[in-house]
Each structure stands twice: as C-alpha cells, then as structure tokens.
C-alpha cells in the first residue's frame, strides 16, 4: 500500500508526520506523494481539507485519515496519542470505508462556452465585491427567490458543521446526499422577501444563481477564494464524486458534533 502524509506546517504536526512516516516505512509501506492510496492529514480539518484538494483528482483511489494537533476536528479526529494505534491500523488491517457526499460548482461566464468546475467538501460561498448582492435564484429549473443581502453560503451535510453552523443553518448527517443553501444576511422589508430558512436539497436538484446586479463575483471553495468577472451563472448540486474516508474505529458523526460542540 502507498501512503502520504501531510501536515499543517506547524512543528507540533511536522514531528507526527515523521514519526508516522518512519512507522510506516519500517512496515514496509511506500511512501508516494503522487498516487497514494491512504493519505494522513495531521493538523487541523484544514489540513484535510487541503489534502483533499491536492488529491481531488484521484478521489477514487485515494481514502483519507485526519489527526488533530489542536482540537478535536470533524475530519481530523484523531489524537496524537493514539498515533501507534493508527499506524498499526494503517499498516496491518483493512479499514471500513465511508463515504461523504461533496458539492459540484460550475461557473460559467458571459460569452463563453467553457465553464469552471470546483469540488467543495466543506461550501461554496458567494458574495458581491461591490454593490448589493441581488441574485435569482432557480431551484430544479424554475424561479424560487430574488435574494438580496450579504451572500449564499451552499454547503455539504460534512461542511454543515462549518460556515453553514455559523449562518444558522442545519447540521446535517453526512449519510445524506445533499446540499443545503443557506442565507447571509438577506434583506427583508415590503418589496424584497427571500424564504429566510436555509433549505437542504436532495441530490440531481441543481440550484442555479443567476446574477441581477453586476457580474463581478467573490466565489469561495474549502479555503480558496477567488473574483470572478463576467458571471453568467454557479450552478450547484450534489457531485457525483465522494470523498473516502478510512475508519479503523468507530467515531458516530453525532458524538463528534456533540464532542465539538457541548462538551468533551
Ligand atoms: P480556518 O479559518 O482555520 O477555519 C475556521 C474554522 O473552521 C477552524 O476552526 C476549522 O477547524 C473549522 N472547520 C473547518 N472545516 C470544518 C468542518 N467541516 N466542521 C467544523 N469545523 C470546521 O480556515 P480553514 O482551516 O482553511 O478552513 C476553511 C473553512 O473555514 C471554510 O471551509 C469554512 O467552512 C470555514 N469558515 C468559517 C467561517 C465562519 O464560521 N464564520 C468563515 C469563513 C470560513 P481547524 O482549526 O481544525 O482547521
Ligand atoms: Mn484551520
């Protein structure tokens, strides 16, 4: 089996990463940065989400394990402590694979044929640079809402726990195929009404954001964002990739919420 690890870069994870690697290597797993079959996040959720996007084009054949070097993560949810236990795991037994749904956004441009597309775990977010965002929004191929406010956040149900959490949206339970979209601050008076709960979408119902006021658009995927010029429309749905994760043991969703959230 070939194995990467990567790290946060701070020298708390940089340390784990070489204890991992050395373990590793003296089972003799090979270590490959290009095509590996496992890769070890250690650091934050960050890292995995960094992680992720340098292996995004190998989704099929790449599963993922994240170590936390500060608080409990929901996809870093190991502890350093339990670093020979997951090494052993690694290199001696088979993990159960689970599956997590991610987001497709496709951008596609005034005059132009040819679209971007992006693979979100966490959300996509899009806001104005200047001006009142005003979108219209189409949900399965007919006019839902004009939304004017700060922006729309659409997230996956494992990114639900992120920016989504922070908007009010939904935790949702990452068996679930969807997407939810959830509002920034719309604005709400007698002419401009948006529905104002965020709404969770099943998979194959795309949701289109067509521009109405300006083209110039900040778009965020994970952690990377960036302007976009002459938006025709982003359109939003359930990939038809997921992202693998290994699990040695068992961690339900819900105890991490809780774990994260109430108290440890
Ligand atoms: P960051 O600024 O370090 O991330 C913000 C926080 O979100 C960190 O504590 C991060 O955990 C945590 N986080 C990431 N994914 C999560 C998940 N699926 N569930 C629960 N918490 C999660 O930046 P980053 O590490 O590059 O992460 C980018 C993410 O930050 C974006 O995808 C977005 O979800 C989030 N964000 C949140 C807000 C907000 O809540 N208002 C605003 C902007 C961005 P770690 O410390 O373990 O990395
Ligand atoms: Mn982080």
Redesign the pocket.
Known sequence: MKFAVTSKGDSKSDKLVDVIKTYLLDFELEYDEEEPDIVISV?????L??AFHRYSSRLDKTAFVGM?T??L????DWTPDALEKLVIAVAKTSYKPVEYPLLEVVVHYQGEEKATRYLA???STVKSIEGTFVMDVEIKGEHFERFRGDGLCI?TP??S???????GGAIVHPSLEAIQLAEMASINNRVFRTVGSPLILPAHHTCVLKPVNGQKFQI?V??LTLLHKEVKSIQYRVADEKIRFARYRSFPFWKRVHD?FISE
Do not use: I, R, V
């Open positions: 650091g934050g959720d960050g890292t989400l960094y936390h500060g608080h993560g929901f996809y870093a775990l966490n959300e997230s494992s990114g726990t992120a920016y989504n959490k922070a908007l965020s994970d952690h994260s």
